[in-house]
């Protein structure tokens, strides 16, 4: 093990083993520390910070165990890694938040991958078969992580397709490739007279396979979930690692993130109405439509034509207590200023003005209310949905902005259909309601909105959301 | 499995449920920020790519050893500190919003 052979050059001790243990337990305890402090948004910025600084001190605490901390060769890259990261991190637009989550997940199972791949190469001959196996399966975690990724992050910076790509026996070639990995582990495992480096490449190959297999059938709604479970497994693949090299603080803080991916993978499920094994097993939303049974009764005309005589304008001035349901699209209009000046202009006016957020808006968990806090939305007028979501039958209008499926009333009723089961806003109880969408077509899960259909106090504005809420705006 | 490891499973385990427990507490507004910090501490990996390098340095080849070694430092830094910049900007505007509304 990597530990093991730089303490047998043996160093002056600078810092004895109980020392170290004791301030690898500090570090872990400062790490949840930080995530305790997360739970409040006055307090979320310093938890970062502490977060950031136990990571920092485990790096020195490290370098000086190790009593590396003169070996210069490393800093140049530490360097490097610094600069680029702060690059990185301002040069990113808050709606592109997803992909860098999911670029950084994937280089940091890369970065995991390596050092598993050291300790499998450099363990000496007659090393235990848990050495052995924790490396080999991080070997497996990262590479994964860093592929699926990879395909994630690029599907959501619009480089690959956003629809899911299944290739014929999808599954079948995603089993079999486990089926082979778990081959290499026993291979790995049970007989050491094989070459670490005959098997590595094609671990590694058959993990990178395997993680763009996984990725690649994902469609962009489900991307919340998957990019969830990516974060999971590069805190697994980094906990693992810890294992091969026997180091706490990976192991520990590895556990933790792992922990937290898998907790949003639940919730982000939980609002999505999916199991996590039929998002594992690859049954995407797409390989279902149907239109949804027997409640579209009047399919006749589209309902631009109102049969009321008081305008969306009028209904919206009138309004005092109105809710805000923005959506993807309203990010993807590059709308949400304009939201924002339209409930600052209704709010002016004397109207109670909410947001209301479904769980799984945006491309990732929370998006939502990151894009509009960015454009100048007070977080207080930012609700989540169970929050806000019995409010809908008492508020006087609702405006829709670029949002379908989270307040698609098939929810409740057309079994059979993929959305069927998923908690949705209750958009259609409110009395007047004002929908700013490109258009009327079904939104990602294919199912039509029946909301469109309905013949009384539903105004539809079809178009760029920045131009018909710039027309409204000027009309108010 | 020795010792060592019992004990290296005990803290994963502990950790573990101890973060699954207090990560149940915040709320889904700060999700986003939630996981591009959780996403940054992944990045702790830098620890065993820094072992890794030093150790690389004092085996028979240097040269692939090192190559490796580096990017996975590279990688993992930039993983830590892109991940934690990105969110303590996030975390500033949640932040500033107050004082905004309290200026105008």
Redesign the interface.
């Known amino acids: 093990m990597?530990?093991r052979?730089?303490l047998q050059?043996p160093p002056p001790d600078l810092l004895s083993d109980p020392v170290y243990y004791g301030i690898c337990i500090l570090l872990?305890a400062a790490?949840?520390l930080?995530?305790?402090f997360?739970?409040r948004?006055?307090t979320?910025?310093t938890?970062?910070?502490i977060?950031?600084l136990a990571?920092a001190a485990?790096?020195i605490v490290?370098?000086i165990k190790?009593n590396?901390l003169t070996?210069w060769?490393?800093y140049?890259?530490?360097a490097?890694?610094?600069i680029?990261?702060?690059i990185?991190?301002?040069k990113?637009k808050?709606i592109q938040?997803p992909q860098?989550?999911a670029l950084?997940?994937g280089?940091?199972?890369?970065?995991?991958a390596?050092?598993?791949?050291?300790?499998w190469l450099?363990q000496s001959n007659e090393s235990?078969p848990?050495g052995t196996a924790t490396a080999i399966l991080a070997v497996i975690v990262g590479t994964i992580t860093l592929s699926g990724s990879l395909v994630a992050a690029g599907k959501l910076h619009k480089i690959l397709t956003q629809r899911p790509v299944i290739f014929p026996a999808h599954q079948i070639i995603a089993a079999a490739i486990l089926v082979l990995l778990t081959g290499t582990l026993l291979a790995g495992v049970i007989y050491p007279a094989i070459p670490a480096t005959a098997l590595l490449p094609v671990t590694i190959v058959l993990a990178l396979t395997f993680g763009f297999v996984f990725s690649v059938r994902v469609g962009g709604a489900d991307m919340p979930i998957t990019?969830?479970l990516l974060?999971s497994l590069?805190?697994l693949?980094?906990?693992i690692?810890?294992?091969a090299?026997?180091?706490?603080?990976?192991?520990?803080?590895?556990?933790?993130?792992?922990?937290?991916?898998?907790?949003?993978t639940q919730?982000m499920c939980k609002a999505m109405n999916r199991s996590l094994s039929a998002i594992l097993l690859g049954n995407t939303v797409l390989q279902n439509i149907e239109k949804p049974t027997g409640n579209v009764a009047a399919e006749s005309d589209k309902p631009d034509g109102k049969t009321a005589t008081l305008s969306p304008v009028e209904i919206i001035k009138a309004a005092r207590n109105i809710i805000i349901v923005p959506g993807y699209g309203m990010a993807l209009a590059h709308a949400q200023h304009l939201v924002k000046s339209l409930a600052e202009k209704l709010a002016a006016g004397g109207a109670s003005v909410r947001y209301a957020?479904h769980?799984v808006a945006g491309r990732?968990?929370?998006?939502m209310?990151?894009l509009l806090?960015?454009a100048?939305?007070?977080?207080d007028d930012?609700f989540?949905m169970d929050d806000i979501n019995n409010d809908f039958k008492d508020a006087d209008a609702a405006i829709v902005v670029g949002a379908n499926d989270v307040l698609n009333p098939a929810a409740r009723n057309a079994e059979g259909t993929p959305i069927y089961g998923m908690p949705i806003l209750n958009v259609d109880q409110c009395k007047n309601i004002v929908i700013f969408n490109y258009d009327l077509k079904p939104g990602y899960s294919g199912v039509d909105n029946p909301i469109y259909n309905r013949k009384n106090n539903v105004w539809v504005l079809q178009g760029d959301a920045k131009e018909t809420l710039t027309d409204f705006l000027s009309k108010l | 499995m020795n010792v060592t490891h019992l004990i290296l499973v005990g803290i994963f385990i502990v950790a573990t449920i101890i973060g699954y427990l207090l990560i149940n507490n915040v709320p889904s507004r700060l999700h986003t920020p939630l996981m591009s910090g959780m996403n940054a501490l992944s990045g702790i990996t830098i620890l065993g790519a820094i072992l890794a390098t030093a150790t690389a340095l004092s085996s028979p080849d240097t040269v692939t050893g090192t190559v490796f070694g580096s990017i996975a430092i590279v990688l993992a830094m930039v993983n830590v500190t892109g991940g934690f910049a990105v969110t303590n900007r996030m975390l500033k505007m949640f932040g500033k919003k107050k004082e905004d509304n309290n200026d105008q």
């Open positions: 990597i530990s052979i730089l050059t872990t790490v949840l930080g995530i305790h997360m739970s948004v006055e979320a910025k938890g970062n910070q977060s950031a990571v485990g790096i490290t370098l190790k590396i070996v060769l490393l140049p890259s530490i490097a890694g610094i680029l990261g702060l990185v991190a301002r990113v808050m938040m860098l989550v950084l997940n280089i940091g199972g890369a970065a995991s390596i050092v598993a791949s050291f300790a450099f235990e848990f990019i969830s974060n590069s805190g693949a980094a906990a690692a810890g294992f090299v026997t180091d706490i603080l990976l192991v520990a803080i590895g556990g933790i993130v792992g922990a937290s991916g898998l907790f949003l919730i957020i769980p990732m968990p929370g998006h209310d990151v806090i960015e100048g939305v007070p977080f930012v989540e």
